[in-house]
């Protein structure tokens, strides 16, 4: 395995380390300067926030062997945060013990969090913030970082997220933390915006001792679009827990509260507002659907990331405002699931999709776009329909098969709900990510 001591590091990140060993003070209130939050020294220092949760039940003893330490930008509610949650959730503590260092401030899931991990939040526990940070932000992102990774001393640190997966690496070699995972999860189109993250997460995949991926369409994408990988690949496919279906009742009660009618045939879309989610799609999509089946109803959950009010005039234009509900940034997602008929997902590119798994393990037929690693989740023609992207006619056809055919809506809803309980249980993710953290303990050693 190669060494990674502080003269091994490039100049650009060597910089960091003296900028850190010249700024010690970070934190002890003896200057304000900037750090890479935005926030003043002593802001950091009062908006850092230690709780920490119960062990899960049955966990059993109360010295753990390995501390993990989990990194991520914010901690704002998406799949990649509530694949985090889970896992400090579930976590054997007679094994492990997890915490949470965020670089861009908290966000909405930052009591779930307290809950069950200590965490350390550079910026407002609050509200997460994009990353856009100039290279002496970075630098104190970096030795803010560093300072707290040498006074915690974990074993592991696992990062999420491009920002994460760059400053994450090079703090922990700093701190000489003895392994590093860097997880890869979505596909590299974000770098067609962000070039520089092409070479700085090449350089960061150098650092690293595993590259975790979480299907094969992502590990072919890194092959493809950044070094350094080789030998260190490892897969850990997303997992879920089961949905229970409601009772009819249960369904109608839920849809009564909601104000959705009894008899609409329901489609639900869990995605934020990302230009590359494919909501206009979608419109285009629905423009056709209801032209043949008035009562559909089409439910948006998610936040707005930049495409919300886009979504909104393209409804309005269509004049479809009846047959759309923009719900927001919802956490009830499987009572949404269990009171729908089926689930859709536009998305233009995609990792592995939390999303679909989840309505898979709700019992529902899903319509997807074939990209990244959902043909991995669905199989086209037994659990829902795959379609090629940027085509809403294709997609509004495969829309019209399923909701025109009850029956098969149903097999393919219990065939889904089927294979989610065999390949994707959220059981099965977290044992294998167990087994990961302890065979990089035996390497160590």
């Not at 994408?221 to 009819?248: L, Q």
Request: glycine fraction near 8%.
């Amino acid at each position: 395995m190669m060494d990674f001591s502080c003269h091994s590091i490039n100049y650009r990140f060597a910089m960091y380390l003296r900028i850190f060993q010249r700024n010690r003070d970070i934190g002890d209130g003896r200057s304000d300067k900037i750090c890479g939050s935005g926030m003043r020294k002593d802001e950091v220092r009062m908006a850092t926030t230690e709780t920490g949760g119960n062990p899960p039940a049955g966990s059993g003893a109360s010295a753990p062997t390995l501390k993990i330490a989990y990194i991520l930008p914010n901690i704002e509610a998406g799949g990649t945060e509530r694949h985090v949650l889970t896992l400090c959730r579930l976590l054997d503590r007679s094994r492990f013990s997890p915490s949470l260092f965020t670089t861009a401030g908290g966000g909405t899931l930052f009591e779930a969090f307290s809950r069950h991990v200590p965490v350390k939040v550079m910026g407002d526990p609050a509200r997460g913030n994009r990353f856009r940070s100039t290279q002496w932000e970075h630098a104190w992102a970096v030795a803010s970082l560093v300072r707290i990774l040498r006074e915690r001393r974990p074993d592991i640190l696992h990062t999420y997220l491009p920002a994460a997966n760059v400053i994450g690496p090079v703090a922990a070699r700093l701190a000489c933390v003895p392994r590093v995972i860097v997880s890869k999860r979505s596909l590299a189109d974000y770098k067609e915006r962000f070039p520089l993250l092409r070479y700085t997460e090449s350089f960061c995949n150098r650092l690293a001792d595993v590259i975790l991926v979480n299907s094969d369409a992502v590990r072919r994408d890194v092959e493809r679009t950044e070094r350094h990988w080789e030998g260190k690949f490892r897969k850990i496919r997303n997992g879920v827990a089961p949905i229970e279906p409601w009772t009819p009742e249960e369904a109608s009660a839920f849809r009564r509260r909601e104000g959705i009618p009894p008899d609409a045939i329901v489609a639900l879309c869990v995605s934020n507002f990302y230009p590359y989610k494919g909501h206009k799609d979608l419109v285009e999509a629905a423009a056709r659907v209801v032209r043949t089946f008035p009562g559909v109803l089409f439910l948006l959950a998610g936040r707005d990331s930049g495409t919300l009010e886009a979504t909104r005039t393209r409804v309005r234009e269509l004049e479809l405002e009846g047959s759309f509900r923009f719900l927001g940034s919802r956490t009830d997602v499987p009572d949404l699931l269990r009171a729908s008929d089926l689930f859709v997902h536009p998305s233009r590119e995609e990792g592995f999709s939390n999303a679909i798994l989840e309505a898979m393990a709700a019992g529902l037929p899903v319509v997807a776009c074939d990209v990244g690693g959902n043909p991995e989740a669905l199989v086209d023609g037994e659990t829902g329909r795959l379609v090629p992207t940027r085509t809403p006619e294709r997609f509004a056809g495969a829309l019209l098969e399923m909701i025109g055919d009850p029956r098969k809506r149903r097999a393919f809803g219990q065939a889904a709900r089927r294979r989610s309980e065999g390949e994707f249980s959220l059981n099965r993710m977290v044992v294998e990510m167990e087994a990961l953290y302890e065979s990089l303990e035996r390497v160590g050693r």
